[in-house]
């Protein structure tokens, strides 16, 4: 702490630096900081991405390929997009979303919404069967009893490969519906959820780290750019 | 057949015809009466009497469908739960909130609220803008929500659907003012985080299940004793597959290495 | 036409896709109208949706405007802040439409570092997001407190877990535990970590993966069937 | 403002511990690591037995051995990940080696050129670009570079960053493809990147891979050690017990920059200040007990 204060003298740190005490100031209680930067937060950031979506979605994807001089106006020596009439599609479905807000037209944005919820179906079904089941039971098959080199029993190893084999199980029969957990299977649906927990607890002990990390960067930020008493 | 028909996912295709097929049959079964009795999940069978404690302390219900847009089959499981919470609302004339950070999944959710409390019988009394659209912007999402949460002081709050690491900055913003929560995402980096701070979280696959256990509709939980199926082939395979490879590692016999490596291509999850 | 119409859109797109998986990627240059058919539905339905959804901002923006404008109208409670919200809102939107600032006229990237809607996500924008996420820390720390107790059976496992973890990301975390003689060195702070993320980590993980899995095919079924009431609005019988 | 517990008297103490105010917390937290940043605390670690493999990979190849080095992250996760980019290629400069940069990511560019001026001309000018290594830079492709580059650099890369033509530098002789190199190192924060290293360059050609990755994807990269991924670097730990394992190793070398090391100070405050909280909060819990029990 040799050197004392040195504050910074450039108006975007100190706005950046105000900003993150009135976000802080949350952690005390609600209070009119907080509700400033909140309130703030939510018009920029909304019309922020309002914005990229523009621009960055729309425009190259829909309306430069509809009207391929437009891909001249943002980027003037790129070659011209050629036609995708098939993009009207999204776009009338798109200009059907907008039917709600109007009562009479609410209608209208169920079609939209539907072709939202079928992707959502569609994609995923296959996608979460291939990597989530298939791939899990496949790497899942290995042998319980290890043999070390010289032919002897791999006690550990083995040990620990049967926990896995068994965790996995005990942890599948706690998911089960249609059976009543009563008795020896409450027994083993409870051993399945002890696992999870262990689950549970080893996720969230490995990501307090980068959680401190934002901290540490923001007091970085507040201590060192703008009070520079670092 | 070569052209038509991608052969390096054959399994891949088995597997969406066998569980398909299971699915549809125990859709059927359950339609023709054979309703599988199903167990109680302690996150749903919460959701009722946590409304009601809103109604009971006059304080409004959050509900927030995750973070994810309609595309994510998490958000629109979450939206199934809104559609019966709505009508539980609609019935206990309950104040509601959606907050949503996705333009498409608040008119989503508009509809299954407005649908839900055409259906309760009260239509007059849903408003449009109980279902609200705050930020894209992940944080900018969040800060609404705490500060609302600090000023309305929801007694209870439901997070239900796909979240990021935004999970534990909403579940600790409720349990600051004494909430009842209740959780549920698929989300497996989430967990943990929903276990530490909400009352009830239904982890992962119960996320699905919670629309079919409050409903009770015979078709949906039908569905039901299919997945239980589903899981009883993921058992078996996997108790099946170690004690093959333990044979065939043990005792090198031709038959049972042959017999061990058909069953890994079976569920291998390879392909292009 | 209101009501179940939408429903066949549902199965339709739902179904496409799920063929999509099932259909082999023509060869560059080559394949038949099939295999061109399902490769761009695999190419472009994920655009087609980032399409709609920018449609769908207005609706977005008509509710911001909504709650904001609606409490400023009627001075309701806290109208000033709601007023914050309106001019934030259409000050960015109107710089990041047009541009202003940075590269010539239309052109260049919205967000350019020297375009002013690159300046207000450096000053606002940034530091907003980088303090929300840095919440986070105090919120683990306060959450950690209150749930890691050993109440029950479960929350102890919890706990253990989370304990061994954290101590283990330490620098002192490892000499804690390092005079354990070589018989008992599995317990050993870095091995017993290594272990549980192995071991009964990995076999819940796998156990909810599977679930997982199991619910979404489940789940998008019913929606391709149109059991799912409610999501889509269908009156209800 | 939590919902204290209305006890008698005599446990309230018991039930205090239980019940802290959360915002004690909050408080002590941001105290902590204020102090410990000021003050920049600095704890000694020792290498774990994963970074250990790490190290001593690089350490025990014979020097003029070729290391491939991928950088695949962004500006996000660099405080995790370049502190080890720069350790690991400070211990190849040292005992030796060639070096070959490349990022199978955009943003991995900006990356190589840092650790090239920061490090790499900085504190190594007796060991020439081009000949003791070379930076090859970004190419798009993601997994497909890497299948790409298996069977022979040449087809991605005609030219180094600097455009310098391949064929010309020394660094590169005898090293016509992945398959002829001694070591892979994949410092990665995401998709592509240390996962596809393993399953479509050191899985096929059998070149060891060496690992880096953020904190929080490192659970998804343990089951692969110690066949598939021969020693692995987790977050800003993994880093700062490599830099640990290189003051070990090298006690004649100066490291002129500590980031992890540095880094991890308040980081094990804080970890210590959360373990310390949950103490505390279960003895108070054991104590409301014993009082309940004996009132």
Known sequence: MSGGLHLSSSVEVWVGAALTLMVFSYLWRDNPFYK????????????????????????????????????????????????????????????????????????????????????????????????????????GMTPSLIATTGGRLALGESLSHAILLGGTICGIVYFTYTRQHRGAWARVAGTGVLFMMVTFGTTFGYTVMARISLLVSRLHFLLGTWLGLI | MAGWFEQANWNLALFTLILGGVL???????????????????????????????????????????????????????????????????????????????????????????AAYLAAGRPETWRDDSVSYVSD???????????????????????????????????????????????GTAERSQLPFFIAACDYTLIGEELFAASACLTGDPALLGTLRGQDLGKAVAGGALLLGSLLATAAALTHWPFIVKLQSALQRLFSAGGP | MRSRAPQLLVAAVGILLVLTAFVPRPAPG?????????????????????????FAFGLGAASLLGVHGGRVRRRGRDWPYSLATLLAFGVTLLVGLLKLGGPPGLTGDPADSASILGRIFAAVVSPLQASMFALLAFFVASASYRAFRVRTREASALLAAALVILIGRTPFGSALTQWLPEPLAFLRLERLSLWIVQVPNLAGQRAIMIGIALGVVAMSLRLILGLERGVLGKERP | MTGTEHTAGSSRRATGLATLDRRWIYLALAAAIALSIVARIRFPDTPSPLVQAAYDRVETLPPGASIVMALDYSPSSRPELEPMAFAIARHAMLRGHRLILLSTWDTGNAMIARLCTEVLRREFPERREGEAWVALGYKSGNEMLINAIRQDFDSMYASDMEGRSCADLAVLAGVESLADCTLIVSLSSGTPGLKEWVLFAGDVTGVPVVGGSTGVGTPEFLPYFPRQIRGLLGGLKGAAEYEAALELGHPDFHQRTMAATDGMGPQAVAHSLIVLFI???????????RQRRGT
């Not at chain 1, 891909?71 to 709600?100: F, N, S």
């Not at chain 2, 629109?76 to 739960?81: E, Q, S, Y």
Request: glycine share 8%.
């Open chain 1, 36 to 139: 400033l930067a909140e309130h703030v937060f939510v018009g920029v950031s909304a019309a922020y991405v309002m914005v990229l979506g523009f621009w960055t979605t729309l425009w190259p994807n829909a309306i430069a390929k509809l009207w391929p001089g437009a891909a001249r106006l943002t980027t003037p020596e790129a070659v011209e997009p050629t036609h995708d009439w098939a993009l009207l599609l999204p776009v009338i479905l798109g200009l059907l979303m907008l039917g709600r807000l109007h009562p009479r037209t609410v209608w209208l944005s169920r079609w939209p919404t539907a072709f939202a919820i079928g992707t959502s179906a569609g994609y995923n079904l296959v996608r979460y069967l291939r990597s989530d089941f298939l791939a899990q039971i496949h790497s």
């Open chain 2, 24 to 114: 549809l049959a125990s859709i059927r079964a359950a339609l023709r009466g054979r309703v599988p009795r199903v167990r109680v999940l302690p996150g749903v069978a919460a959701m009722a009497e946590a409304v009601g404690r809103a109604v009971e302390m006059g304080r409004p219900v959050f509900f927030v469908p995750g973070t994810r847009d309609l595309d994510n089959v998490q958000t629109v499981a979450g939206l199934a739960v809104l559609g019966e919470l709505a009508a539980l609302t609609a019935r206990l004339e309950c104040r509601l909130e959606v907050l949503t950070d996705r333009s498409l999944v608040m008119a989503a959710a508009r509809e299954a609220g407005r």
């Open chain 2, 137 to 183: 912007d992940q944080f900018g999402f969040v800060a609404r929500v705490d500060g609302l949460i600090a000023r309305e002081r929801p007694a209870t709050c439901f997070w239900l659907g796909a979240f990021s690491a935004e999970s534990l900055l909403l579940a600790e913003a409720g349990s600051q003012i004494g909430a009842i929560q209740i959780a």
């Open chain 3, 30 to 54: 080559a394949g038949n109208a099939w295999q061109g058919f399902f490769a761009y539905i695999d190419e472009n339905f994920s655009v087609w949706f980032n399409i709609m959804a920018v």
């Open chain 4, 279 to 289: 103490v505390l909060g279960n003895v108070g819990l054991l104590l409301q007990r």
